[in-house]
Every structure is written in C-alpha cells, then in structure tokens.
C-alpha cells in the first residue's frame, strides 16, 4: 500500500498535466502561427486554386476540376520543360555530389595554404544567385567577355554562349559554381571518420581505394544521402539562374520571350503562366505536380540509396 501511496503521488494530477499541456503549446506557438500561416494555408490556396480558372483579377473564380491537371499531363511543352528540368538535375546532381567530396578528400590532406585554398574554394557559396548568375552572364558575353577572348588566344571564333543550346552549357557552370557549401559539409564529415579504423585498415593492407570504400565512404554515406536530397530538391526549383542567363533579360512588363529554349525550365514556365497569361489555376496545378514529382524522386532516393548507408547508431533502435 505504501509503495502504490507514492507512485500515486509521484504521477502529476490532471490540471497538473493540463497546464503543463498549455505551456507547452504555448511555448511553441509562434511556430505553429507561422507554419500555418506562411506554409499551410498558401499550399492549401494553391491546391484550390488549381481546380479553378483564376486569371488573377477576377473576383470569380469559375471551377473546372481536374481539366487544369489533364492538361499538365498532356501538354508537350510543359512535358518538355519538365524533361529539360529532369535532365539539368541528371548532370548537376553527380557532379555536385562527386565533385564537392573529392575537393574535400584533397582540403583535407595536410598541404600549405590549405586554410587559404578552403576560403577560396568556399567564396562562391556566399555570393547571392543573382550576382552570380550576372557575373557569368559578363563573363560568357560574347563581345566583351572573359570566355570568348581566351577562345580567340587559341585561334576559335567567339560563340555565342547565352543563345542556343551552348546557354544550357552556362547554366550547368552556374549551378556547379557554388560548390564550396557542399565542400564543407563533406570536410566537416571527413573529420569525424575514426583515425583508429583508417590506421586498422592501413595495418591489414587497404590502400588509399579500399580505406575510402570501406571506412570513409560508410561513415559519411548518411552526409552523402543528405546532399543527394538537398541538391535534387534544389537543382529541379532551378529558376533565378536560368532567367538571368537571358541575352537581354526579361522585359519591363514580365515577359520571358529572351528566355532561350535550352534554358527554359519548369519554373520558368510556371512562371510565365501566372505572370504572362495570368493562368493562376494552370500554374497551381503545375505547382501541385511538381510537388509530388518532388516527394516522388525523394522517396526513390531514400529507398534505393537508403539501404547502403551505414549508422552508426541504428535509427529504429528502440522502435517496436
């Protein structure tokens, strides 16, 4: 009797586990606030608005249910920019991925200047999109820009690099140019692979290949799977790069006609849907297809790229 007497007084009382209710969602109600606000009720919008006509303007907003979907998934041009878009990532997620964790491997080697080659490796992470989308659109230029005068050093005519496929070419460059926020991801990971199992590797024979496909490359596959799923989101919402990159830019009153075709991504039609022809249903319901297209691939990246990452706590421990 006793022992029950004080379990019974150890466990708090109803209005006890009330207040501690109240305070907690209290505390974490700004949170909620925002999430509401600034992410439910805007993707809930343009749900609704998918099934609708809208132009933007019109008080009414006639409802035409799923004619707006049908015509995403049947459309050869917005098929097209979503294939173009599919594409970009094929090329810059490899890349990225591989490019930005062999700069890391050399960062991480014991060389003079390392300090000084680290901060100039990561610069162009911190400059903003727009600004590096301009200064590669000064560089590619095809009168005055860096890119044609070293061509003409070797005797080859100056290209015109922001019209035609060769924009495509420049818009790939923009995109791997800020390799460095990968870069020190990658490093800080490689830091934390266990010098006892390197130096255990190297005893039993490994050489530089068998210690990083047995040693580095599973202690730092969760990092790995993480950018994988960063640099797909990123790369398929490719968008400032890609309207910048424009000969001449879009005009005064929103219009992207200077937009060269190779260049003409998913976003960017979404984008001329709603500012150009103002078809905010056909863009929404755009929006709600990529959505899911975006859910989709990261759900096959868990699913086929999860199972060779290797935790070194297990995450369903303790799950039953």
Known sequence: MSGSGAAARGRPGPLRRLRGGLAFYGFISPWLIGTAALTLFPVGYAVYLSFTSWNGMSPFKPWVGLSNYQEVLTSGDTLSTLSRTLVLTAIVVPVTIVGSLLLAMLLNKRMRGRAVLRTLIYIPAIVPPVAAALIWKVVFDKNSGAANRLLAVFGVHPLNWLTGGNAFIVLIVVLLWALGSGIIIDLAALQTVPAEQLEAARVDGAGPFGRFRHVILPAISPILLFQTVLTVITTLQTFIPAILLSPIGSSSMG?????????????????????????????????VVFFVVIVAMTALIFKFLGRSVFYAVDPKAGKR
């Open 255 to 287: 219009q992207t006609t200077n937009i060269p075709q190779a260049n003409d991504v998913y976003m960017i039609d979404v984008y001329e849907q709603f500012f150009d022809y103002s078809r905010y249903g056909y863009g929404s319901a755009m929006l």
